[in-house]
């Protein structure tokens, strides 16, 4: 199985300030056939199923704001928020699907308003 | 615009079976290029995956999980399902449904149904 953890496991972060958010595989989720990292990023607000904001590692879902960015490759991974948001509170959980449909998530990263 | 929906009992006694039903619309059930899975999440933790079927029947269950769980799917009505046995108070969570692309990332999930397992 592959194994995904997160740093830290909680953050505050200034309105307008950047956040963050590590991933980590405990092996390679970089496919070599077709170069891609299977790596999803999700917010999670409360009461609410998660939704998709990054994947194939740095590929922003339509609709998404672009002051999220993913970058990473094979084991290590970010997910970066710009300019924080007040609505950008949530936790966020990183995905991986290379050994899809066997999915596992990251143990999720709370962020906060400092 | 594809829309995923749980129903199924909320509360269920301990050691009894969890059976959940996922209603699929906007989108056929039988696309080559999806799988149907269930996620649960226990009050104030993360994510995990229970398992997934593909149109044609066949499954692939969370290890952890295994003995336990029968993921089906009825493409006459557009739905599929998650039979859970000898629930424990462990089991608690909110259980989601979801679709995945078959080589790739969840794309779509339901609003998700709270499950209580309590004598």
Redesign the interface.
């Known amino acids: 199985?592959i194994v995904m953890t997160q740093s830290p496991d909680s953050l505050a972060v200034s309105l307008g300030e950047r956040a963050t958010i590590n991933c980590k595989s405990s092996q390679s989720v970089l496919y070599s056939s077709n170069n891609k990292n299977?790596l999803?990023w999700?917010q999670q607000k409360p009461g609410?199923?998660?939704k998709?904001l990054i994947?194939?590692a740095s590929t922003r879902e339509s609709g998404v704001p672009d002051r999220f960015s993913g970058s990473g490759s094979g084991t290590d991974f970010t997910l970066t928020i710009s300019s924080l948001q007040a609505e950008d509170v949530a936790v966020y959980?990183c995905?991986q699907?290379y050994s899809?449909?066997?999915?596992?998530?990251?143990?999720?990263t709370k962020v906060d308003i400092k | 615009q594809l829309q995923l929906q749980e129903s199924g009992p909320g509360l269920v006694k301990p050691s009894e079976t969890l059976s959940l039903t996922c209603t699929v619309s906007g989108g056929s059930i039988s696309s080559s290029s999806y799988y149907w899975g269930w996620i649960r999440q226990p009050p104030g933790k993360g994510l995990e995956w229970i398992g997934s079927i593909y149109y044609s029947g066949s499954t692939y269950y969370n290890p952890s999980l295994k003995s336990r769980v029968t993921i089906s799917v009825d493409t006459s009505k557009n739905q599929f399902s998650l039979k859970l046995s000898s629930v424990t108070a462990a089991d608690t969570a909110v259980y989601y449904c979801a679709r995945s692309q078959t080589t790739s990332y969840v794309d779509y999930w339901g609003q998700g149904t709270l499950v209580t397992v309590s004598s």
Do not use: C, I
């Open positions: 199985d299977y999803a999700y609410q199923p998660p998709l994947y194939w959980y995905q699907y899809t449909p066997l999915f596992t998530f990251g143990p999720g």
